[in-house]
Nanobody
Framework: VQLQEWGPGLLKPSQTLSLTCAVY??????????WSWIRQPPGKGLEWMGV???????YYSPSLKSHTSISRDTSKNQFSLQLSSVTPEDTAVYYC????????????WGKGTLVTVSS
């Protein structure tokens, strides 16, 4: 399984960040697996943002829920992240990953994409 994420590298404050993750070698609708977004701000640890399940259910970090949305396109085997009203604090490397079960470990990761929020 391989995951590849992409999106704009630079945003201005208040804009909406949109990232997409393409999955190769496995279907996002395969039972048991969930698909997650994680980010790592410069000099900080990993932060789990949310997940979408094989059946389309979504779960979000409480701290980000109000301006985060995860969706999917099963025809393209892709899932996406939208983060609205970004601020410089949203500057981070964003990763997508496969999760084993609703609360399991993440066994496959994308390489990450750097998003910088700056005016």
């Amino acid at each position: 399984v391989q995951l590849q994420e992409w999106g704009p590298g630079l945003l201005k404050p208040s804009q909406t960040l949109s990232l997409t993750c393409a999955v190769y070698g496995g279907s996002i609708t395969t039972s048991y697996y969930y698909w997650s977004w994680i980010r790592q701000p410069p000099g900080k640890g990993l932060e789990w943002m949310g997940v979408i399940g094989y059946e389309g259910s979504t779960y979000y970090s409480p701290s980000l829920k109000s301006h985060t949305s995860i969706s999917r396109d099963t025809s393209k085997n892709q899932f996406s992240l939208q983060l609205s009203s970004v601020t410089p604090e949203d500057t981070a490397v964003y990763y997508c990953a496969r999760v084993q079960g609703r609360r399991g470990g993440m066994d496959y990761w994308g390489k990450g994409t750097l998003v910088t929020v700056s005016s």
